[in-house]
Nanobody, 115 residues
Framework: QVQLVESGGGLVQAGRSLRLSCAAS????????MGWYRQAPGKQRELVAGIFSSGSTNYADSVKGRFTISRDNAKNTVYLQMNGLKPEDTAVYYCNVQRQGSSHWGQGTQVTVSS
């Protein structure tokens, strides 16, 4: 099993920054992908950003140029640096880790951006 612990959410004003962290433990060998998703009230969960074991990344169009995903392999941690936050970024953010044949989710961390 893989355990994921997220941190870094909170309440911020529009234009400010937050950094989310997700630390993985347990059966963390052969992690192929680490990503962040978000779910706003009444909406489907959507991909925000992801990073493959190769280092390549992908981003939702709505966050390109504002958010940056990175990972520290030594700490088995993935980060999401969020700059220029907007009220529409308000959501619960979930960490996702994918291994061969399995996908694991964190408990979620709330990000609220006030206008």
């Amino acid at each position: 099993q893989v355990q994921l612990v997220e941190s870094g959410g909170g309440l911020v004003q529009a234009g400010r920054s937050l950094r989310l962290s997700c630390a993985a433990s347990g059966s963390i060998f052969s992690i192929k992908y680490m990503g962040w998703y978000r779910q706003a009230p009444g909406k489907q969960r959507e991909l925000v950003a992801g990073i493959f074991s190769s280092g390549s990344t992908n981003y939702a169009d709505s966050v390109k140029g504002r958010f940056t995903i990175s990972r520290d392999n030594a700490k088995n941690t993935v980060y999401l640096q969020m700059n220029g936050l907007k009220p529409e970024d308000t959501a619960v953010y979930y960490c996702n880790v994918q291994r061969q044949g399995s996908s694991h989710w964190g408990q979620g961390t709330q990000v609220t951006v006030s206008s």
